[in-house]
């Protein structure tokens, strides 16, 4: 192949071609369809981008809230254990507020859930949709922390 390019460039096959020697403009997306081209370019000349990667980082934000309440809970616990209250207390205290937090999480992610699925459905290709959030394992692995 590389010998049928170096015959084609001596015989001069490729000397008027339009752009010759300047830089390819990559600034189109390839795999977006003719027709939506011209749409896109104004998304992203107006700092927006298709839908499914706003949604890509929504999920993401949400994602950090989600573990951010779980590592959050597990300070707080940590600081309620090490003071010297009363023990029936802290246990009443740390209890009510594991409910809270398993609640508050439960809620969140299956939120978080219901827009991964939408994401995993508007995904332009398929090695780019995410895993769902697997609530139950989270769960346990906070409450065995």
Known sequence: ????????????????????GKPLD??????VKHEW???YRVLKSAGFA??????????????VECQKL??????????VLSSKADKDE?????DDMYRWTIARYT???SKLNKKIELFNLMVPLMHLQKYKVRI?????SFRDS
Request: glycine fraction near 4%.
């Open 90 to 94: 802290v246990d009443a205290e740390l």
């Open 26 to 31: 990559l600034r189109e997306n390839p795999f």
């Open 136 to 140: 139950v394992e989270e769960l346990r």
């Open 107 to 109: 809620e969140q992610a």
């Open 37 to 39: 081209r011209l749409a």
């Open 70 to 79: 779980l590592e959050d809970q597990l300070l707080w616990a940590n600081e």
């Open 1 to 20: 192949m590389e010998r049928r390019i170096q015959e084609a460039q001596e015989g001069g096959q490729f000397e008027d071609l339009p752009g010759r």
């Open 50 to 63: 298709p839908d499914w990667i706003e949604l890509d980082k929504t999920i993401r934000a949400e994602l």
